[in-house]
C-alpha cells in the first residue's frame, strides 16, 4: 500500500492515507508531503475521490462504511497496480520505437528478493525500470520507485486471488506452496489460480524444481521458460558452495556453461531467486556477464535474513513465516555457518495459517537446537477458538526435545536473553511485529557489549 502510495504521488495525484500505527513508510511519506493519519476515521475521507484498500481491511471498517455511505468508488491496492500496468501497455501500443515491458513477480516464497534484483538489474543497466515490492531494498534505497524508462517490475501477492486482474507480459513464479487456503480451500484451486495468471502473461518463468510450479505452470504450459538446479531446465545452476554469506555457481543456459556468479547472500533459496531474475535479464537483452557483476553487492531487502548483532551472538531477524521458508533458512545456516547452536525464535502468523498449517510446522525446526515459540501474531484476524499456538507447542514438542513457550509482554526480550550463550545463532521468524522487539533487544546488547552498560 505504501509503494502505490509512493508511485502514484509521484505520478502528481492527491494522496491520503491512514493506518494503525507508526511506522517507516508512514514517516517517509509524510516526507513526501503524504498525510497519513493514525487510526481510522470516517472524517479522513473528507474531499476523496477513491478509497484503496488491502485485503486486511475488514468490512465494518469506519473508513470502508463511510466511503459507501457517500457512494465512492473503492478499489483493491491491485487494481491499481492493473491500472499502472495498463497504462505501460498503452504507451507500448502507441509507440512504434519504444520497447515498454510489465514484469510480475509472483509466488509462494522469494518474491520481494526476485522483484528487487530484477529492479536492480535494471536499474544498473541505466534502464530507469518502475518498481513497486513489499519491503525496502538496500541496494535500491527504498520499496517503490516511479521511473522515467520503459519497464514496470511489481510484486504480485496472490493471497486473496485479486492477482488474476493482472496481465504483465511476463510472469515469474517463483514456487507454489500451500497457503492462503482460508481463502482457495483447497490446493487444486490455488494451483489453478496461478494456471490462469500464467496464461494471461506473454511469457511466464517458472522453477522447474518446485513441485507445484511443475504441476501447476510448467506442465500445463510447455512455452515456459525455466531455471532450476535439480531437474533440466533452460537455466541451470550447478557446483554451488556456500561459506557464510557468500555463494558461487555456476551456470548453463540450455546445456551450455555460460559463466561463474557469486552472490553476497546465503543460502539456496537466494540462487533460486537470482536464477529468476538473471532469466528476466536474458529476455530483456541484458548480457550474463553484465548481470552477475550487478548482484555482486546486492543486498537483501528488509526483514529478509536481516542481521541485527553479530557481536558475542549472531542475531538474525527473518520474515519467513510458513513450513518451507523456516526450513529452507535454518538449512543455510547449517550448511553457511556451522554454529555451536542454533535458536529459532517463532511468531506464528495469523490465526486462520496456523488453523490450516499448524501441524505443518513439526518438522521445520529439524536444524534447530532450541526452538521458542511466543503467541500468534493476528495481523488483520478475529481468534478462531481452539487456534493458538498450543497448536503448533504440541506438534513439536512430539518431535523436538527442546521446545519453549515464551509469552510476549514485559519481560520478553530479558527473559530470551536468560536462554542465550556465548557463540549462538539465533533467528527470529514471522510476519508480524517481533522484529521490532529484536531490533530492541539488538540495540541494547550491541550497546552493552560496546561500552559494557545498559542503554538506559
Not at 440 to 453: E, K, L, V
Request: hydrophobic fraction near 40%; proline fraction near 5%.
Amino acid at each position: 500500500m505504501s509503494g502505490l502510495a509512493k508511485v502514484y504521488r509521484e505520478l502528481g495525484f492527491r494522496i491520503t492515507g491512514s493506518n494503525i500505527e507508526e511506522n517507516q513508510h508512514t514517516r517517509a511519506l509524510r516526507a513526501l508531503g503524504v498525510p497519513v493519519a493514525l487510526g481510522h476515521s470516517a472524517s479522513h475521507l473528507k474531499n476523496a475521490m477513491h478509497v484503496i484498500v488491502s485485503s486486511a481491511i475488514p468490512s465494518d471498517n469506519a473508513e470502508l462504511l463511510e466511503a459507501g455511505r457517500l457512494g465512492l468508488p473503492v478499489l483493491h491496492r491491485l487494481d491499481l497496480l492493473h491500472d499502472l500496468m495498463s497504462e505501460f501497455e498503452r504507451k507500448r501500443e502507441s509507440s512504434a520505437q519504444a520497447s515498454f515491458h510489465t514484469i510480475g513477480v509472483a509466488g509462494t516464497h522469494g518474491k520481494t528478493t526476485t522483484t528487487a534484483m530484477i529492479a536492480t538489474l535494471l536499474e544498473r543497466a541505466w534502464l530507469d525500470p518502475t518498481f513497486v515490492m513489499g519491503a525496502a531494498s538496500p541496494t535500491l534505497g527504498t520499496h517503490a520507485r516511479l521511473g522515467m524508462g520503459e519497464h514496470l517490475v511489481a510484486e504480485i501477492c496472490e493471497s486473496d486471488g485479486h492477482f488474476l486482474k493482472l496481465h504483465p507480459q511476463i510472469a515469474v513464479i517463483t514456487n507454489i506452496g500451500r497457503d492462503h487456503l482460508n481463502f482457495y480451500r483447497s490446493e487444486k484451486a490455488l494451483w489453478g489460480s496461478f494456471t490462469q495468471f500464467a496464461r494471461q502473461s506473454e511469457l511466464c518463468v517458472a522453477c522447474a524444481d518446485d513441485p507445484g510450479a511443475r504441476q501447476a505452470v510448467i506442465e500445463p504450459l510447455p512455452a515456459t521458460l525455466t531455471y532450476s538446479i535439480e531437474h533440466p531446465a533452460d537455466l541451470v545452476a550447478y557446483n554451488v558452495n556456500f561459506d557464510q554469506f557468500h555463494t558461487s555457481f555456476e551456470i548453463s543456459w540450455r546445456g551450455r556453461r555460460i559463466g561463474h556468479a557469486e552472490l553476497p547472500l546465503p543460502g539456496i533459496h537466494n540462487v533460486y531467486n537470482a536464477l529468476a531474475a538473471f532469466l528476466v535479464g536474458r529476455q530483456l537483452g541484458l548480457s550474463f556477464a553484465d548481470m552477475v557483476a550487478h548482484l555482486r553487492d546486492f543486498a537483501l531487502p528488509e526483514r529478509r535474513f536481516q542481521v541485527l548483532v553479530q557481536n558475542g551472538i549472531t542475531l538474525i531477524d527473518d520474515y519467513a513465516h510458513l513450513p518451507e521458508q523456516i526450513q529452507t533458512n535454518l538449512h543455510a545456516i547449517r550448511r553457511g555457518w556451522h554454529p555451536l547452536r542454533v535458536i529459532a525464535l517463532f511468531q506464528p502468523h495469523r490465526f486462520t495459517r496456523t488453523y490450516y498449517l499448524g501441524r505443518n510446522f513439526s518438522t521445520s525446526f529439524d536444524l534447530a537446537d532450541m526452538v521458542i515459540l511466543t503467541d500468534i501474531y493476528p495481523a488483520f484476524e478475529r481468534p478462531i477458538p481452539g487456534v493458538d499456538v498450543q497448536l503448533i507447542l504440541g506438534a513439536l514438542r512430539r518431535r523436538h526435545n527442546a521446545v519453549t513457550y515464551l509469552p510476549r509482554g514485559e519481560g520478553f526480550t530479558r527473559k530470551l536473553q536468560e536462554f542465550l550463550r556465548p557463540g549462538d545463532f539465533i533467528i527470529g521468524f514471522g510476519a508480524g511485529d517481533l522484529g521490532l522487539e529484536l531490533r530492541q533487544f539488538a540495540q541494547r546488547w550491541n550497546w552493552r557489549n560496546t561500552y559494557g552498560t545498559s542503554e538506559e
